[in-house]
């Protein structure tokens, strides 16, 4: 009966512990979703500076037409070039954010579009696959340290 009790016991601290690591990390993972909402927010205000700022200083980004750039001076000159380019857009919507175990790193996956006008006017949509990888930083707050996009002709649209 005593060993019967301890095992319950034992279990029922277990299961707490679990209880409250999920909890936890579904926390983080709220803050990721959150954070990638709020900066594909920042991206309309054209903002260069602040929109680069959800980057780390070392973050890489790998693109199918620009390759990889690395650091904000590279992520800096890509964004402003592209808000330089009327009719130029970006957005995203995160579908999914995983963090791990530890809370320390954690990634999102968001539907992407761009729209790039073309020689004659017209606005052409490009939709792609984005995963964005984060890290938390020593002061708590969370930065995206590589992100990888691709062309995925199965998104129609980022609301669906």
């Known amino acids: 009966m005593k060993t019967k009790k301890i095992v319950l016991t ?3 601290i277990v299961f707490t512990l679990s209880a409250m690591a999920q909890t936890g990390n579904q926390k983080e993972e709220k803050k990721l979703m959150e954070l990638s909402r709020e ?4 991206v309309k205000t054209r903002d260069v500076q602040k929109t680069v700022s959800y980057w780390s200083k070392d973050a890489v980004l790998m693109t199918p037409d620009q390759g990889q750039l690395i650091g904000h001076e590279q992520l800096s000159a890509m964004v402003k070039g592209g808000m330089d380019i009327p009719g130029f857009e970006v957005g995203w919507v995160p579908t999914q954010a995983t ?4 809370g320390d790193i954690g990634y999102v996956i968001s539907k992407k579009y761009v729209k ?3 020689g004659e006017g017209n606005i052409n949509t490009y939709n792609f696959i984005n995963v964005g990888i984060w890290e938390k930083q020593k002061d708590g707050t969370w930065k995206n340290t590589v992100g ?3 062309p ?4 129609t649209s980022i609301n669906n």
Do not use: F
């Not at 900066?39 to 920042?42: I, P, Q, R, V, Y």
């Not at 995925?152 to 998104?155: M, R």
């Open 39 to 42: 900066w594909a927010e920042t």
């Open 152 to 155: 995925d002709s199965s998104i």
């Open 148 to 150: 990888i996009y691709n």
């Open 10 to 12: 034992c279990a029922a």
């Open 116 to 118: 790039v006008p073309d």
């Open 99 to 102: 963090v791990s175990r530890s």
